[in-house]
């Protein structure tokens, strides 16, 4: 198991386990696949330094990945990052995602931030769980706020808070 910074030949990879994740309605709001080139700006968007993107590989193939994206994308929230992960279906329920999730909260600090927060929905108990166990609270809730198959949903917002 090998987490590296993606490279944009891992571009495909990414998308394809995104796109996975779409149809099971649990961890995403977008309701079709999406292309790699609509997904060009935002991993150009990502930095090794800053907002990073990371790739997990099992046996050299890529398992998952995690994205840091700055929050509301004003300067007075530079020092919080959302983080989002996803695994490929082959590869969930193999600890991919608490070795991501691990290695984000440690690297954290280097890229200048003091909160992470992640936006879950309330059904996607997994997730929750995952998060909770690396010591996210629940920071908000938002009742009914997304509309999937025409089941409403709501959204969590989990947050930790690195230093004090």
Same mark, same amino acid.
């Given at each position: 198991?090998?987490?590296?910074?993606?490279?944009?030949?891992?571009?495909?990879?990414?998308?394809?386990?995104?796109?996975?994740?779409?149809?099971?309605?649990?961890?995403?709001?977008?309701?079709? +696949?999406?292309?790699?080139?609509?997904?060009?700006?935002?991993?150009?968007?990502?930095?090794?330094?800053?907002? +990073?993107?990371?790739?997990?590989?099992?046996?050299?193939?890529?398992? =998952?990945?995690?994205?840091? /994206?700055?929050?509301? =994308?004003?300067?007075?929230?530079?020092?919080?990052?959302?983080?989002?992960?996803?695994?490929?279906?082959?590869? /969930?329920?193999?600890? !991919? =995602?608490?070795?991501?999730?691990?290695?984000?909260?440690?690297?954290?600090?280097?890229?200048?931030?003091?909160?992470?927060?992640?936006?879950?929905?309330?059904?996607?108990? +997994?997730? !929750?769980?995952?998060?909770?166990?690396?010591?996210?609270?629940?920071?908000?809730?938002?009742?009914?706020?997304?509309?999937?198959?025409?089941?409403?949903?709501?959204?969590?917002?989990?947050?930790?808070?690195?230093?004090?």
């Amino acid at each position: 198991m090998t987490i590296r910074h993606a490279t944009e030949i891992d571009l495909p990879a990414i998308v394809a386990i995104y796109n996975a994740a779409i149809p099971t309605r649990m961890a995403s709001a977008d309701l079709e +696949p999406v292309s790699i080139e609509s997904r060009l700006n935002w991993f150009r968007g990502r930095s090794p330094s800053h907002r +990073p993107l990371w790739v997990i590989e099992v046996n050299s193939v890529i398992a =998952g990945w995690l994205s840091f /994206q700055s929050f509301y =994308g004003r300067p007075a929230y530079s020092k919080t990052a959302e983080i989002s992960i996803y695994i490929a279906p082959e590869f /969930q329920k193999c600890g !991919l =995602g608490q070795q991501l999730l691990a290695q984000a909260i440690k690297q954290s600090p280097d890229l200048g931030l003091k909160t992470l927060i992640g936006f879950i929905f309330a059904h996607n108990q +997994p997730s !929750l769980k995952l998060f909770e166990r690396f010591g996210f609270t629940p920071w908000g809730h938002l009742p009914n706020i997304a509309e999937l198959d025409g089941v409403e949903r709501d959204l969590v917002i989990m947050g930790l808070r690195l230093t004090n």
